[in-house]
């Protein structure tokens, strides 16, 4: 069954600034970091085992990375949120909630890095929430989402395809599921796509199970080449929750699993969100040290 939350925000840039100066006469560094913090903002997922491995694992890469500064989480859907607080008793802070906490912890310099993959919507309602601190703390940036540089295509590419490198042999199609948009940002799902082809990946195909391309669109590229006999199905998404549990493995005859099975294809599902995947977690570690280093400018 499908949790969509759909925002009806427009894309703005990959990343913000909002505040970065003032605070080289005034930030005092305390020996337990105290006064630096980097926020880790994800959208969520009630799967507790791939929120684990996927967002617990992207904030371990970058605690590892900065010792000297916290690491705290936030959440920006309210649903999951919620959904945690009554069926596990685990309590996550929205933005809001954790930008407070902050100063009212004497924070003075906060790096937010949101674990989205890309400038959609979710990244533009946190730059709206992020300017509303503007000047409330001595420096604030707002880090980039995944998918920003031409660069971070190319690593993401990289990651992706050495991870499934074992189901390569030329009779498997590699089938990623991403989330899919209505902001401009969708766009970016086929440049991925397009990286990955010119990259050599001619059996990696990329679509969406919310916008274009969709599982039809994949289906037929698959069918254009006879030496296809299986298919591997994983989740273009930072976690493997619910599209990837249900839409994309599920049994249901619409999910992208059964309507492989439906076209005579071996369908092999794999559960694991790109969070759990060691290079992806570098790419974000490598984001909040680009942040940091506005900081100091």
Not at 16 to 45: Q, Y
Not at 168 to 185: L, P, R, V, W
């Amino acid at each position: 069954m499908k949790m969509t939350f759909k925002k009806i925000a427009t894309a703005v840039i990959a990343s913000a600034v909002i505040c970065s100066t003032g605070f080289l006469g005034c930030a005092k560094k305390s020996a337990a970091g105290n006064d630096k913090e980097i926020l880790v903002v994800s959208f969520g997922t009630s799967y507790n085992t791939s929120r684990t491995i996927t967002i617990g694992g992207i904030e371990s890469a970058i605690r590892e990375a900065f010792p000297e500064w916290k690491v705290e989480r936030a959440f920006t859907a309210d649903t999951i949120i919620g959904i945690l607080k009554d069926r596990d008793g685990i309590a996550i802070d929205t933005v809001q909630q954790a930008l407070d906490k902050a100063l009212a912890a004497g924070v003075k310099k906060i790096v937010i890095q949101p674990t989205h993959l890309m400038s959609g919507f979710e990244f533009t309602d946190l730059n709206a929430v992020a300017q509303q601190y503007k000047g409330k703390f001595d420096s604030l940036v707002v880090s980039a989402p995944l998918l920003t540089s031409d660069g971070d295509y190319e690593k993401v590419s990289a990651a992706i395809t050495k991870k499934t490198a074992s189901f390569d042999d030329g009779k498997t199609a590699i089938c990623f599921m991403g989330h899919g948009t209505e902001a401009d940002s969708n766009s970016d799902y086929a440049k991925m796509q397009t990286v990955l082809t010119n990259g050599g990946f001619k059996n990696y195909f990329v679509g969406t199970v919310e916008a274009t391309p969709s599982v039809d669109d994949l289906i037929a590229a698959v069918k254009a080449n006879p030496a296809y006999t299986r298919v591997v199905l994983l989740p273009f998404m930072v976690v493997a929750g619910d599209h990837a549990n249900n839409d994309m493995a599920g049994d249901e005859d619409d999910s992208w699993k059964a309507k492989f099975l439906a076209e005579n294809y071996e369908v092999t599902p794999v559960l694991e969100g790109l969070g759990q995947n060691w290079d992806v977690q570098q790419i974000y570690v490598q984001h909040v040290k680009d942040a940091v280093a506005t900081l100091s400018k």
